[in-house]
């Protein structure tokens, strides 16, 4: 168990809705980081917060946002979804600003599914 | 061009098989080198990690990074069906960001 919690673990919704997806970083961890990872394209980064800042943003859609709230939990919101948007999408948590080694603690991820 | 490439494989061993894994890079900015592990239905966990070019050895796993070259390596010996997974080769740079490629499928068989 990394201590890091996500949910939901399992979503099914149609094309057009809009879902947030919840993550709870390990306890003491500042840095929040949101990955999409879908068969053909692998472990997308999508945005990093730290200590409530947006810290770095990587291949994210407008239709996506993101924010991580004083208590540190932080909520990725996907909108207008498509059926391309069905995919893994993984939080994951460090201590530090920039994550000196590496070291990422990930959840068990959120399914997401766009019928 | 990708900033992290990976086979995908699969790659498919018999135990007790030394087993190579590959990435490639492009971004002369990285300066951490990771590997990271992911069994089915669960996220990925940090498996090794090397700064710097040159060899390092964890029990039956060996990282390998040649800047030179921008290749890195993992090499499993006496590979079990316990490391059957899937590996992922990770690069971070300065900007924060933490690059990962898109993972090879593993399995060792029996």
């Known amino acids: 168990d990394s201590g890091v919690t996500q949910t939901p673990k399992h979503l099914i919704t149609a094309t057009g809705q809009r879902v947030t997806l919840r993550c709870s970083p390990r306890?003491?961890?500042?840095?929040v980081y949101w990955y999409q990872q879908s068969l053909d394209q692998g472990l997308q980064f999508l945005i990093q917060?730290?200590?409530?800042?947006?810290?770095a943003k990587g291949n994210i859609l407008e239709r996506f946002s993101a924010q991580q709230f004083p208590d540190l939990h932080s909520e990725l919101n996907l909108s207008s979804l498509e059926l391309g948007d069905s995919a893994l999408y993984f939080c994951?948590?460090?201590?530090?600003?920039?994550?000196?080694?590496?070291?990422?603690?990930f959840g068990e991820g959120s399914r997401l599914t766009v019928l | 061009q990708k900033e992290v490439e990976q086979d995908p494989g699969p790659l498919s061993v018999p135990e007790g098989a030394i087993v190579s894994l590959n990435c490639t890079y492009s971004?002369?900015?990285?300066?951490?080198f990771m590997w990271y592990r992911q069994y089915s239905r669960k996220g990925p966990e940090l498996l090794m990690y090397?700064?710097?070019?040159g060899n390092k050895e964890d029990g039956r796993f060996t990282a390998q990074v040649d800047k030179s070259s921008k290749y890195i390596s993992l090499f499993i010996r006496d590979s079990q069906p316990s490391d059957s997974a899937t590996y992922l080769c990770?690069?971070?740079?300065?900007?924060?960001?933490?690059?990962f490629g898109s993972g090879t499928r593993l399995s060792i068989r029996p």
């Open positions: 994951a948590s460090s201590p530090q600003r920039g994550s000196n080694t590496g070291e990422l603690f």
């Open positions: 917060y730290y200590n409530g800042e947006e810290r």
């Open positions: 090397t700064y710097s070019s």
């Open positions: 990770a690069e971070y740079s300065s900007a924060s960001k933490i690059i």
């Open positions: 971004n002369s900015a990285f300066q951490y």
């Open positions: 306890s003491g961890d500042l840095s």
